[in-house]
């Protein structure tokens, strides 16, 4: 089985969705932006399109046993959580595909210059941009792992993260410890169990050998 790592996505090269970013500001899809959000959204896809520096990364991992509660790779990694253990088990799960996604370091720091220059407009829309391409990436990437696996007959579980009912955020430190180093940008897991830069996400997707093709948006 082959074993991929993503390159790195370009700024230019993905945006997300318009009705993804309205979610992401709250209004219903299909909302038309007026005079003052539209140049406000606009400003916000600007920059991020001249500074922001996203990437993905992912590894395919086998594991080695699953218990109880816990899934171990068969790099020694130990992944706690009974509800990733008890679908593992269920579905024959054989290897795991984990997942990096990052809207980078700098849309952060630029949403915290923004805040701090008493511009909370600018600052809203810029965070619901980074929010909506970080969740667009991970879409993307689901539907590359399908893809991917499928050329082999694998089956690809919906993903799954820490955070998730039944998976706490603690299991983001030995998720991202799993990963192969360097990555294509920082990314560190905080005190708290979350990441930072603040708009990246950690997921897994569960590979098994039997099974109908379906892309899917949760475990």
Do not use: C
């Not at 996203?54 to 790099?75: F, G, M, N, Q």
């Not at 720091?109 to 923004?114: D, N, Y």
């Amino acid at each position: 089985m082959k074993n991929p790592d993503s390159p790195q996505t370009g700024p230019d090269q993905v945006s997300p969705p318009l009705e993804l970013y309205l979610r992401h500001l709250g209004l219903p899809a299909g909302s038309e932006l007026d005079e003052t959000t539209g140049p406000l959204a606009e400003q916000a896809q600007g920059w991020y399109r001249r500074n922001g520096k996203p990437w993905t990364r992912s590894h395919l991992a086998a594991l080695a046993k699953i218990e109880e509660d816990s899934v171990h790779l068969e790099d020694g990694t130990v992944l706690s959580s009974r509800v990733l253990a008890e679908g593992a088990r269920r579905s024959g799960t054989h290897s795991i595909s984990i997942l990096a996604v990052s809207a980078g370091q700098e849309v952060d720091e630029r949403i915290a210059e923004l805040w701090a220059a008493d511009k909370p407009d600018e600052a809203m829309f810029l965070n619901a941009y980074a929010d909506a391409l970080t969740e667009h990436l991970r879409s993307l990437e689901a539907r590359k792992a399908l893809d991917r696996f499928s050329a082999e007959e694998l089956r690809v579980l919906p993903y799954y993260s820490p955070g998730y009912d039944g998976w706490e955020l603690a299991g983001q430190a030995p998720l991202l410890k799993a990963l192969p180093t360097p990555l294509p940008g920082p990314l560190k897991v905080l005190p708290s169990g979350g990441l930072k830069p603040a708009k990246s996400t950690l997921a897994v997707f569960a590979l098994t050998s039997s099974g109908a093709q379906e892309p899917a948006e949760d475990y």
